[in-house]
């Protein structure tokens, strides 16, 4: 069976952005149209209101095109595990309040068994400082931690 894949608000909005003028964000552009393109049917894709949530916000063209791509997905949701995994992340990692929505990404990939996390928010998500700290808080409460990874690092598997 195909694995998991929590595709977080950031990876539809580089998918769907008008190109960048940006080199470092066109590239994640580029990187992320490949993945889509050629590593997409490999995976069993999920998403949650919460991205529909984010990726609404803005543009009103925009965010039609990026609830366009994000309808196409299965949704999954909160559950007793997730609203408690919420408050423990929110105890020990040091996300802001305005990127509490973060913690919910996070939440519900662990509290609904996610492979991956596909993201490219490196600054509440996609970074070593989380990862660790989302491992260290998960092996003490018996909880799976899924791959937290860019769609570059996820290119070229093959998990079957």
């Not at 008008?18 to 490999?42: C, F, G, H, N």
Request: charged residues 25%; aromatic residues 10%; hydrophobic residues 35%.
């Amino acid at each position: 069976m195909n694995k998991s894949v929590y595709i977080e608000s950031s990876v539809i909005s580089y998918l769907t952005a008008r190109p960048s003028r940006d080199l470092v964000v066109s590239a994640y552009q580029q990187i992320t149209r490949e993945w889509w393109q050629s590593e997409l049917t490999k995976y069993r894709c999920y998403i949650s209101d919460f991205v529909l949530d984010e990726v609404s916000r803005g543009d009103s063209d925009a965010a039609s095109e990026r609830l366009k791509v994000a309808r196409t997905f299965k949704k999954i949701g909160l559950n007793e595990t997730v609203l408690d995994l919420v408050k423990e992340y929110n105890r020990v990692l040091d996300i802001p309040s305005k990127a509490q929505l973060d913690l919910y990404h996070l939440a519900i990939s662990v509290g609904n068994g996610m492979d991956f996390v596909l993201s490219w928010n490196f600054k509440h998500i996609a970074n070593a400082y989380v990862r660790e700290k989302l491992y260290e808080i998960n092996s003490k409460l018996n909880l799976r931690t899924p791959t937290i990874c860019t769609p570059e690092e996820l290119i070229g598997g093959k998990y079957e």
